[in-house]
């Protein structure tokens, strides 16, 4: 079957830098997103991997790894608005994306 | 620039009642449509995608259906809804073009609560 791993939740101090880690395993791989979801509300798009490597945006970067069936999404200098919880999504052979449940990434000051 | 509508924001209904969500995107065509579900603490799950006009893929098998009497019109139906159904819908939107890197945009949900 599918398999999208994300640990449940994880906890980080305000400025400081927090690793959120993905691993999974699908039929067929066609690129790997994060998006994230404050409560209540929709997921929106953070970052898209299709190659090995990292991509970095601003204060998030998403790093890649096929070989290993891993990602990760690294947040740097922690907001209160950071608060919230991070989708790892793989698009499989037939392009459908496959769901994690989420990491809730709790800020504290 | 593509806009996403989803209605309604919140939604109670006795078990048993019929459902319908409507979702539209405005600013594109031939959009690719997703209806999904997030039960509370949960990941999202694929409920359908269309590809086009009437065309309907279903992921789960349940209670509900979907319809797309037009292109840019997305409908969740249900004739009698369970305790089960209760959670966070969202419709979502994609370009036509599947060999591309495009994410999927989404509406701002409807939390359905069956009582």
């Known amino acids: 079957g599918q398999n999208i791993d994300q640990p449940t939740e994880m906890t980080a101090t305000e400025g400081a830098i927090v690793q959120i880690n993905c691993t999974y395993q699908?039929?067929?791989?066609?690129?790997l997103f994060w998006y994230q979801q404050h409560a209540g509300e929709a997921p929106t798009f953070l970052s898209y991997?299709?190659l090995d490597g990292l991509e970095e945006k601003g204060r998030f970067s998403s790093f890649l790894s096929r070989s290993k069936g891993y990602s990760y999404l690294l947040l740097k200098e922690l907001q209160m608005k950071d608060s919230a919880s991070y989708l790892c999504a793989v698009r499989d052979s037939n392009y459908q994306l496959i769901w994690g449940a989420g990491t809730k990434l709790i800020i504290k000051p | 620039s593509q806009t996403i509508h989803q209605w309604p924001a919140t939604l109670v209904q006795p078990v048993g009642s019929p459902l319908s969500l409507e979702c539209t995107v405005e600013?594109?065509?031939?959009?690719?449509l997703y209806w999904y579900r997030q039960a509370a603490g949960r990941g999202l799950q694929l409920l359908f995608y269309s590809v086009g006009i009437g065309q309907i893929s279903s992921e789960v098998p349940q209670n509900l259906s979907a319809s797309r009497p037009q292109d840019r019109q997305f409908i969740l139906s249900s004739k009698k809804l369970l305790l089960s159904d209760s959670g966070f819908y969202l419709c979502?939107?994609?370009?036509?073009?599947?060999?591309?890197?495009?994410?999927?945009?989404f509406g701002p949900g409807t939390r359905l609560t069956v009582t």
């Open positions: 979502a939107w994609s370009p036509f073009t599947p060999d591309v890197s495009y994410e999927q945009y």
């Open positions: 600013g594109t065509s031939n959009p690719n």
């Open positions: 699908t039929s067929g791989f066609n690129g």
């Open positions: 991997n299709v």
